[in-house]
Each structure stands twice: as C-alpha cells, then as structure tokens.
C-alpha cells in the first residue's frame, strides 16, 4: 500500500474515531504491515499547514485527534455555545483541579483543601468518569485515593498531566488580571 493512500485512510480513522488515535488502534486496522502512526501524523500536519485548513492534528491523551485551529474557535464556540456535553459546578470543577494538581490523594485530603464535604462531588466526577480510584492509601482505614482519568485528558484537551498550566503561572495570571482595570473607566 502506497504512502499517499495510508495518509487517507488516516485522516478517515482520525475523523471516525471518538477517542483519540493511538498506535495499537492503527496496528488493529492495517492487518499487514501497519504503518508508524507518528511518520504519518507529521506528514499529515506538514500537509494541513501548507494548504491552510482551519484543522489540525493534535496529540491528546496519547493519541491524535482532529481538533480547530485556535484562531478559528471563537466561531466554532458560537456554534456549539448551548451544546455544551460537559457542565461542571463550580466544587467540582475545584475538586477537579485538587486533585489533578495532587494525585493521588483521599477524601480527607480534598476536603481539608475545600474545608467542605466533598462526597457528593466525588461521586459525581467518577460518574462522569472524569476521576478513578487510583488505589488506598497506607494508614488507618485505607481510604481510596483519587486521580484524573484519559476522559479527563481529552476533556481538557491535554496529552498528559504535566501539561497543565503550573500553579505559579495561573496565580501570575490571575495577579495580572486583578491588577489590570479591565478597560472599565469611571465616569469622571
């Protein structure tokens, strides 16, 4: 099979498949011979930046997927503005980012971080598998311990944990924005 139909049917896989792409997923499609998935996503991309296309082929959770290019999302956030699939609270999305920050670590833990109950939100994310139970912790009474998912990965679009933003960067952020009049002037 020649190079230029293997790069078509990649670009079928990554417009087909929900979840990421990863090399054992490509290796199960091509029975003989399967091609370095890496090889052709770089000639994939080569491809797409030199004909300008508002896509692109990112790395996510260990694979590829098809996203927008950053440019052109403030009109595909338009689109989708009500068909949002994933509504946090905002404990959750608190709980959420603890203990993506913190891995593993209980209940207890989370909750002497919040100084609230943190059950139901627990519950709520592992539903929404966005948190697994990662193992028990060693000590009295061997409480599970929490940690983010793949879900949560493709979710956020990062490719692993230590893609998230350091916390020093955020609260540089968030000093910028407070600091900042946010172009609001006072009538004079």
Not at 61 to 67: D, E, L, R, T
Not at 176 to 184: K, Q
């Amino acid at each position: 099979m020649q190079k230029n139909e293997q790069l078509r049917i990649l670009e079928a896989l990554l417009f087909a498949s929900p979840e990421p792409l990863n090399q054992s997923r490509i290796n199960s499609v091509f029975k003989d011979d399967p091609p370095k998935l890496a090889e052709l996503v770089k000639k994939l991309k080569e491809k797409y930046e030199k004909e300008k296309h508002g896509f692109e082929v990112r790395k996510v959770a260990g694979g590829y997927q098809f996203a927008t290019c950053s440019e052109y999302s403030p009109w595909v956030r338009r689109l989708i503005q009500n068909q949002s699939k994933l509504k946090l609270s905002a404990a959750a999305l608190e709980s959420l980012a603890i203990v993506a920050y913190k891995q593993p670590l209980s209940r207890f833990e989370i909750e002497s971080i919040r100084g609230v109950d943190c059950s139901g939100v627990l519950k709520t994310l592992l539903s929404r598998q966005l948190l697994k139970i990662a193992g028990r912790a060693e000590g009295p009474g061997r409480p599970l311990l929490y940690g983010t998912t793949r879900e949560f990965l493709e979710h956020f679009g990062l490719d692993r944990i230590s893609d998230l933003p350091r916390l020093r960067e955020i609260t540089e952020l968030t000093a910028a924005d407070e600091n900042s009049d946010g172009g609001v002037r006072a009538p004079e």
